[in-house]
């Protein structure tokens, strides 16, 4: 690591104390930079790099709400605003008792490169309250999520900031959230996406993150000559994308034999197909936070307090949460043959895990690349907003996989062209800089 970037760690280090996964992110983005840096010493002597880690503006807030049973709870809000370079802020909005800033910083960082990468004009942001939706009644989340749009609705704005989903927010939460900022503002604008078909949402959208992934492991499979057809697939998580990433699977041919929760993971020799991927809505939609109850149902092998990673498996999709396969994981994949590892959530594999696939020289592709179509198609959802004309599902398909393969076109080339072929670390990192540090270059000390 040369002296330059061992020097931006150590200030984000001691800046930004006890914020592991904001660390971890930045530290995969700046090795890879390395490269360009070399070739364009502008981008250091602008600094660029020490600019993109300080956030544009934070605001962070207090969620006052009240129980069921008249109870106060105040919870924490936050929103990131990370980098409007190339667009306004894009990014979800996340509801788990894990929230932390450091933890959203992470995110906020990733989709500044993520929202690059998809070609659309969206800049990075992401926000989230340590809310905890398990158990809580439908009564219990609005009153939430007004209070959260109360406090938030005047930092955002269709042409300022968008938020969407994420982990523990829906199309039920987004619903709520855009009640109340309408009420607010007197708006009816595309100021969130992942909204409701009839009042504005784009079709394909609760689809589009597990599609996308699909479509981008499709593409690195073709790499080597191979397809979905017969194979085996792990996915951990039994959330959106993972709902998307089964669907698209059983499209393509291919067995999806495990999922995962908090309690630990099923495999379903059979795959899983047909009424069990519509229970994973119910799953979801019961907020029990339990895998096992799909095992039960089905009467399939439940392995607790384990991850998806030990059976033998040709592809692994990591839909969960950050950090969920480390080296460990990663060697027991590749023991058992695993061939393509493509990310669904946002870093689920830990730094040690990378470097575990990229020795071994299988197929591993970051999240900041394989799961952009969910926000890729957020960003086609304002496009119809803008233009007030919906598109069908087909059209938005469309869009969607074309943006995919361009997606891992644009990490193939520029790892090629950076001298490290096959790497999409480099290749997503180095697409995705290049073209918001122009940006911020043509935009004067910004
Ligand atoms: P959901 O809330 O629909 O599902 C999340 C899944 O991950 C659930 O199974 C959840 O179980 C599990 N999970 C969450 N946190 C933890 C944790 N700390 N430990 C173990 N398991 C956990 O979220 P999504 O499917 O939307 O998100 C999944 C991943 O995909 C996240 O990394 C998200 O950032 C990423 N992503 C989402 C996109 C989207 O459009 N929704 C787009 C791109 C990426 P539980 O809640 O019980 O912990
Ligand atoms: O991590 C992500 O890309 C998302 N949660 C989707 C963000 C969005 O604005 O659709």
């Given at each position: 690591m ?22 971890q992110?930045?530290q995969e983005?700046?090795e890879s930079?390395e490269l ?184 690195m499979?073709?790499t080597k ?84 990673w030990s059976?033998?498996v040709d592809v692994a999709?990591p839909?969960?949460?950050?950090n969920?396969l480390d080296a460990n994981d990663a060697k027991e994949l590749v023991k058992n043959g695993c061939v393509c590892v493509c990310e669904?959530?946002?870093m689920p594999t830990t730094l040690d895990g990378v470097k575990v696939f990229h020795d071994a020289g299988i197929l591993y592709s970051p999240?900041?690349a ?41 990490c193939v080339?520029?790892a090629d062209?950076f001298g490290v072929p096959g790497n999409y670390v480099v290749g997503a990192n ?17």
């Open positions: 040369s002296a330059y970037i061992q020097s931006v760690l150590a200030q984000v280090k001691a800046k930004n104390p006890a914020e592991p996964e904001f660390h992110a930045v983005v700046a930079l360009v840096l070399q070739k364009h010493p502008e981008y250091q002597s602008a600094k660029i790099l020490e600019r993109m880690v300080e956030p544009e503006r934070v605001v962070m807030f207090r969620v006052p709400w009240m129980d069921d049973q008249e109870e106060i709870h105040i919870n924490r809000g936050f929103r990131i605003q990370m980098n409007s370079a190339i667009g306004p802020y894009k990014g979800g909005l996340r509801f788990h008792p894990s929230v932390t800033l450091g933890i959203l910083k992470f995110l906020a960082f990733e989709q500044v490169f993520k929202n690059s990468l998809t070609s659309l004009p969206m800049g990075g942001g992401k926000g989230g309250s340590d809310f905890d939706p398990k158990g809580k009644s439908d009564h219990e989340v609005m009153r939430f999520c007004q209070s959260f749009m109360t406090e938030l609705y005047r930092h955002i704005g269709a042409d300022v900031d968008v938020p969407a989903g994420d982990i523990g927010v829906g199309g039920r939460e987004i619903g709520f959230l855009y009640g109340q900022y309408k009420r607010l503002t007197k708006e009816f604008t595309g100021v969130l996406t992942g909204k409701g078909l009839n009042w504005g949402g784009s079709l394909i959208r609760p689809e589009a993150t597990g599609y996308g992934v699909v479509y981008f492991a499709e593409e499979l073709k000559g191979q397809s979905f057809a017969g194979k085996k697939v792990a996915v951990s998580g039994f959330g959106n994308v993972a709902w998307g990433a089964v669907l698209k699977v059983n499209e393509l041919g291919g067995k999806v034999v495990t999922l995962s929760g908090p309690d630990g993971f099923i495999y379903d020799k059979d795959g899983v197909s047909g009424e069990k991927v519509d229970y994973m809505l119910e799953l979801r939609a019961s907020a029990n936070d339990r895998i096992k109850d799909y095992a039960d149902k089905f009467k399939v092998e439940f392995h607790p307090g384990k991850r998806s059976m033998k999709l839909c969960a949460t950050q969920e669904g959530a946002n999240g900041k394989s799961n952009a179509g969910g926000v890729a198609t957020s960003g086609l959802e304002m496009s119809q907003n803008s233009m007030r004309l919906p598109w069908s599902k087909e059209e938005v398909d469309r869009r969607l996989h074309e943006i995919m393969r361009n997606i891992h076109h644009a080339e520029t062209r180095i697409a995705g800089f290049l073209k918001v540090a122009n940006a911020m270059l043509d935009q004067g000390l910004v």
